[in-house]
């Protein structure tokens, strides 16, 4: 009896502890639901934007749908402001982050990232009859526009400027047009896209950081099987000419490297 009830002790662990191992796979969750669901701002062009018709769009939004595919389920998209973006992964509001997150030390060593799927550079911008500001160490005891939590915000302070708060990209841009602030930090990528639908607006760059920053897919920790079929699915986009199409379609150029 007692080798029997051993024996059984021992299957209902093995049961349980594979249990809870598929308990804890997104990836197994995912493809249960057949729903991958990612957390995205919705008002960042080109990468996560409404068109006029009122769809969400954007180059990031093309790249989270392709991965999707071929993952083999569907993109679902849960809008909200980049300062929150990251507590609703934690909150588990969704499965990833897909929203130009760039891939720090501070933040892999709290959640895990795909391998890069575009890389930008950071550019000072200013309003442009505004001569003051050359470069980025002019920014001391200026006005900076960002959202507070972003990595431009943490360049920004760097070179001692004050911070003024903003929703995005957008406002930060308007302010330093309508001469609210003094400047802004942002990718290229995003104000090659403003000045090609805004070619008018009054801003221009002053300086450019040499160094490139590569963006992922942001999850949680410790699930290599996701993390795993992104990369698999980024791969495939960019071996069979998918990623080349929506790079082309909103910048004109191959943004990876």
């Known amino acids: 009896m007692k080798v029997i009830a051993t024996a ?11 249990h809870v ?16 669901k990612f957390g995205t701002e919705g008002t960042y062009p080109p990468f996560t934007y409404h068109n006029t018709s009122g769809e969400l769009v954007g180059f990031d939004v093309d790249i989270a749908r392709e991965v999707s595919k071929r993952i083999g389920v569907k993109a679902e998209f849960v809008e909200g402001k980049w300062d929150g973006l990251i507590a609703g992964l934690d909150a588990k509001r969704y499965d990833a982050v897909i929203n130009e997150v760039s891939i720090t ?6 959640y895990d990232f ?5 890389a930008s550079k950071a550019v000072l911008i200013v309003r442009s ?19 507070l939590t972003s990595n431009y915000a943490q360049l920004a302070r760097k070179y001692g400027a004050e911070i003024v708060g903003t929703d995005g990209f957008d406002q930060s841009v308007s302010l330093v047009a309508q001469g609210r602030a003094d400047a802004t930090i942002n990718d290229n990528l995003s104000y090659l896209d403003f000045k090609k639908h805004k070619p008018d607006a009054p801003v221009k760059i002053v300086a450019t950081e040499s160094n490139a920053e590569q963006e992922g897919v942001l999850i949680r920790k410790d699930n290599p099987d996701l993390q795993q079929a992104i990369n698999k699915a980024l ?6 000419g998918t990623y080349q199409r929506i790079s082309n379609q909103y910048f004109g150029a191959d943004v990876s490297k």
Do not use: M
Request: hydrophobic fraction near 40%.
């Open 105 to 110: 030390p501070e933040r892999q060593a709290k």
């Open 8 to 18: 059984l002790l021992a299957t209902a662990l093995q049961f349980s502890v594979s």
């Open 129 to 147: 009859n505004n001569n003051t500001i050359k470069s980025f160490a002019d920014l001391k005891g200026k006005k900076s526009a960002h959202t």
């Open 235 to 240: 791969a495939e986009i960019k071996s069979d």
């Open 114 to 118: 795909s391998d890069p799927y575009i």
């Open 21 to 36: 191992a598929f308990a804890e796979s997104d990836l197994a969750k995912i493809h249960s639901a057949g729903v991958i």
